[in-house]
Structures are given as C-alpha cells and as structure tokens.
C-alpha cells in the first residue's frame, strides 16, 4: 500500500465537532472517516482517539469487529458479489469465479492499476433481482457470467 | 385531491434498480411536455412488493397495473392510458400468456394478502409526511397524549395480543410493562432496524415506503413507558431507508410531532439514527444496545434484560420494525380488532420477503395461520420452470427446512424467521 499520509477534511473536523459530545458517537464518527476516505487511515485513527477521548486501541477493536470498516484502501470502484441466500441459489457464486477470473484478483483485493476490488457480500435485501452486483452503490440485478465483461468495460471506460 | 389520475411508480430499492427512477423522470418529463401534469400526479411509492416483475406502475383510480415498465414505455401509456382511456394490454401483468388482468385486485399475488404493517406501503409516498397524515397518520399519538394514560397504552397492547416480530415472538405489551414498572428516569425506545437474514428485506421496506409509521409508534412507546429519547439501530447498508428516516424525522420536527412538547401535550420524545457496520450479531439486543454505545457488539447473558438495564444502564424497550408499524393500527382500531385477526395465540398478520425459486419473488403480508403451501403456491405462484417443491428455508440461518411433508403455518414460521 501507498504510503500516503491523508489529512482530516475540514468537513471531517466538522462533524466530529458535532458529534463529540453525544454518547455512543464512535462507530458514526468512523463511518463518517470511512466516507471520507474509503477506509479508515491510522493517522486519522489517532487524531480521532485523541478529538474524542477515546484509547486507539479501542478504535481498533472497533473497526476489526465490524466488517464495514476497511483498514486498507479499496479499488476506486468496489465491486460487491451478493452471496446471500437467494442470490447464491441463482449463481451469485459464478458471478464471483467469474469477476476473479477477468479482474486476475482474489476476493478482497484490488487490481494494480487501483481501479477495482472484488468483495464478497450478504444479503443485499433485494432478492427479486437475483443474483445480484452492487459497484459503488449502483445496483446490477438478474446478471448472468456473460454480463460480467460489459460491467467492468463500463466502469473501466468511466477511468 | 384535485388530480384526475394517480401514477404511482414504485421507489423501493429493487425497482430503482431495475430502472424505476428513470421511469418517473420520464413519467414528470412527458406529462409536463404535454401540459398533463395540472391533471395526473406522479407519486414515488414505497415497496409495492412485487419486486420480481419491477419496475412497478399503478395507475389510480381505475387501479391497473403495469409491470416492467421501461422509460420508453412511458409515451405509450400517457398517451392510451391516461389520454384515451385504454389499457395498455401488452405490460399488463399475465402469468399464463392467455386473459389480460389488469386490476391489482385481480392478481393471485395480492388476494390472499392482507396488509396492516404494509398498508401505507405502494399507496403513499413515504418522503410526503401529508401522505401519511391523509391516512390517519399521527392520529395514534393524539388520541395515546390526550385520551389515554401510560397504563392504558401497554393494556390495549397487551389485550391485542401483539407478539414481538424480531423472532422469539415475545409478547410486546409486557416489554412496555417491565419499562414502564422502572422507577422514574432516563429510559430509551431503541428499534431494531438491524435486519440482516439473507433473503430478507421486511423491515427495510417498511422503513422505505412507510418511515412515518415507525416514528409514530416510537413515539407511542415513549409516552407509555416514560422514555423521552429513542434510536433507530438501522444497517449501512440500506442508504434508501436510511434517507428517508432522516426526511421523516425532519418533517415531524416541523410539524411539532417529535421534540419538546408534543403537539404541546407536555410530553417531549426525540428519535436519532444510528448505523450499523456489518456485523450479523448486532440483531441480537444486547449486542445492539452495544453497539449504539460505540463499542464492539458483544451479546452479554440475561438477566438482567434490556428493560430494567439496557442502554447505558438504563430501561430500555427494544422493538423490531414490523412490531412498531403495527402499533398505530392497533391504537386506532382497538385492540379487539386485531384480536379477531390471526389465530388463537398468535394474532395479527405477519410479512414475508419470498425469494427464491418461486415465480413470483416479492414481499407479501398474510395473516397469521396461513399455510406455507398457501404462501407458495398461491401467493408465489409455484415453482419456477414448473418444477417440483423440494423444501423451503423459513428466516435466517438458524430454522430447519421444511419440506413439502411436514405442514406448517405463517405463526410457527413466523416465530422461526429472525430479523
């Protein structure tokens, strides 16, 4: 991974200055950070700890637990495979095969150019689409492998 | 209402994703070009529940509905539909490719339906908070501040018979009565909006096409309890639910139905989001209330429960989506009223995300004691590929399958579907 520092946003600082004196404000305050940067940077982790009170080995404890939180950064765009129940019945896990195979990565890892990460995802609540692909939040339904290639050109040509 | 013509597009999260946003963009453009929308209103609904034919389009008030409606559709419709008077035959729903059914009410999907948590989902449009005042919205809260003591509101609860829909199938009314028992003090109302079972979406379409519903009986639960603070545990990864919680609870603000002194009855009540991030276990309460601590979502034993020691210490009550939505309904029309519905220890109806391999995927609410052969068959519409059943999986993870030998109704799948 690149070793680029990341600098809180102004926005960032905002909303903690928000939220700081609510109980309970950790998980929202990281979601904001995950937002802000795709995933959550140590250097922002130990401003947090300190803007907030709260020991970075407890940040850490909490982003470990919950899968949302990303300690290392994403592809710019995310491709998420639901594997869910319904979505698996009607090949989501050859949609996966598939994507791997075209992409030349693993699941949760990102091409060298940075472009794409492959993800593994649960139920993604709408089943009547099954099997389904999510890329940064826009939703692919009733795909087939064959689809596969038109996606990634898509997003590829988008850069 | 001073329109002629309804067109109510379903929003929900799967017909958006099948292109139902452009459908309504293309609906507001054509209708304007063609000085119709003095005349036809263009309402974004909630779940309509037929998710699998989406996107979804109902026309009122003859009620016809078109399914996979695509934005170049849209011209053939205004134009036939809404200018002439004529159905157009070929987007009608038609599941043996023989006699066009064009009313809702005519579709084996909707007949043996029938909805009091979905109610307002698919009729009003959940960003409008008018919407759901036109349907007796908020008209729970005014008769709960100003007729009714705290006492009152758990006895009707607990006389209707209302059991917890998360699951374990806990009578709610006797939650509400552990909280309100507590020595006076902070209390919480939390709702647990952590659905997370592959396969279903009940509560997030509730949340998407009846936010309102929530708020309200969130509200209730406040006032019965001596809670004056609640929070909605909602996952991430439902973006859609989660806007329009935050329009609804805005729009309440405005209108003084949530905040300090409620409809100025004295009684104050503030709801707040809190997000999940992805982690299963958070469905389970105690995690949940960990969760909205800010810490690592770790289950802890009870006793004791959440509603003598709950969040930060305090009493707290926590209901699932599906339970809230029905509170409303049951202040409204009494308890007697839902007690006539269901079946003997298990009253009221119950939603169901069917997904799978049946012909028609969607989500669906059935009274309690209504067969899972019903569900399928008659609801589903069978098999897809006019295949044999082999077994169904009801809820989450945790439940066994069930095959076509071993008959079971909506209330024990109901008990054994999680949230």
């Known amino acids: ?159 | 209402m001073a329109y002629q013509s309804y067109v109510l597009v379903c929003g929900g999260t799967a017909c958006c994703s099948s292109g139902g946003d452009k459908v309504v963009a293309e609906f507001k453009r054509i209708l304007a070009e063609q000085k119709l929308d003095e005349t036809v209103q263009v309402v974004t609904t909630g779940c309509l529940g037929f998710c699998e034919q989406g996107p979804i389009v109902k026309i009122l008030p003859q009620g016809t509905f078109y399914v996979q409606v695509k934005p170049e559709d849209v011209k053939e419709i205004v134009a036939e539909h809404l200018v002439k008077g004529r159905v157009v035959q070929r987007l009608c729903y038609d599941p043996e490719q023989a006699k066009k059914l064009v009313a809702e009410a005519n579709i084996p999907f909707y007949q043996k339906q029938y909805r009091i948590v979905l109610r307002n989902c698919g009729v009003i449009d959940p960003e409008k908070i008018e919407d759901y005042i036109a349907r007796d919205g908020y008209k729970a809260i005014e008769k709960v501040l100003f007729e009714m003591t705290p006492e009152q509101v758990v006895e009707e609860i607990l006389k209707s018979g209302l059991r917890g829909r998360g699951g374990a199938g806990f009578p709610t009314g006797m939650k509400w009565k552990f909280a309100m028992q507590q020595p006076k003090g902070q209390k919480y109302m939390v709702c647990n909006a952590d659905e997370g079972d592959p396969g279903a979406y009940m509560d997030r379409s509730t949340l998407e096409g009846d936010p309102h519903s929530v708020l309200e009986a969130m509200t209730i639960a406040g006032y019965a309890i001596g809670a004056s603070k609640g929070f909605i545990y909602i996952r991430a990864e439902y973006p859609l639910a989660i806007r329009r919680l935050e329009v609804a609870i805005e729009q309440a603000h405005d209108l003084g139905l949530l905040g300090k002194d409620i409809l100025g009855s004295g009684f104050d009540f503030d709801i707040e989001l809190r997000f999940g991030a992805g982690a299963f276990v958070c469905g389970e309460e105690t995690a949940l209330l960990q969760s909205i601590e800010g810490n690592r979502g770790m289950p802890r034993p009870r006793p004791p429960f959440p509603a003598v020691k709950g969040l930060w210490g305090r009493p707290t009550v926590i209901n699932n989506v599906e339970t809230l939505a029905n509170i409303p309904v049951i202040i409204n029309k009494g308890a007697d009223w839902f007690n006539k519905i269901g079946t003997a220890t298990t009253k009221g109806t119950k939603v169901f995300a069917l997904t799978g391999k049946v012909n028609n995927s969607g989500l669906i609410e059935v009274p309690m004691g209504t067969t899972l052969r019903e569900i399928i068959f008659d609801i589903g519409g069978g098999i897809r590929g006019g295949h044999q059943f082999k077994a169904a999986q009801t809820g989450g993870s945790t439940p066994r399958s069930t095959t076509s030998r071993s008959p079971r109704s909506a209330r024990s799948w109901a008990l054994a579907a999680s949230s």
């Open chain 1, 1 to 159: 991974m690149s070793e680029k520092t990341e600098q809180m946003t102004p926005e960032l600082k905002a909303f903690i200055e928000e939220w700081k004196g609510k109980p309970g404000n950790l998980i929202m305050v990281l979601h904001k950070v995950q937002q802000t940067y795709g995933y959550i940077p140590r250097e922002i982790a130990i401003e947090i700890s300190s803007l907030l009170d709260v020991p970075l080995a407890k940040i850490y404890g909490v982003v470990t637990f919950y899968n949302f939180f990303k300690l290392q950064k994403a592809g710019k765009y995310i491709i998420q495979v639901c594997l869910g129940t319904a979505c698996y019945l009607r090949g989501g896990d050859d949609l996966m095969k598939e994507f791997e195979r075209q992409l030349g990565v693993g699941v949760n890892a990102t091409t060298p150019d940075g472009l794409f990460s492959v993800e593994a995802v649960r139920c993604l609540g709408c089943c009547g689409l099954a099997p389904v692909v999510v890329v940064n939040g826009e939703v692919h339904g009733k795909l087939a492998t064959k689809d596969v290639a038109g996606i990634i050109e898509k997003y590829r040509k988008l850069g």
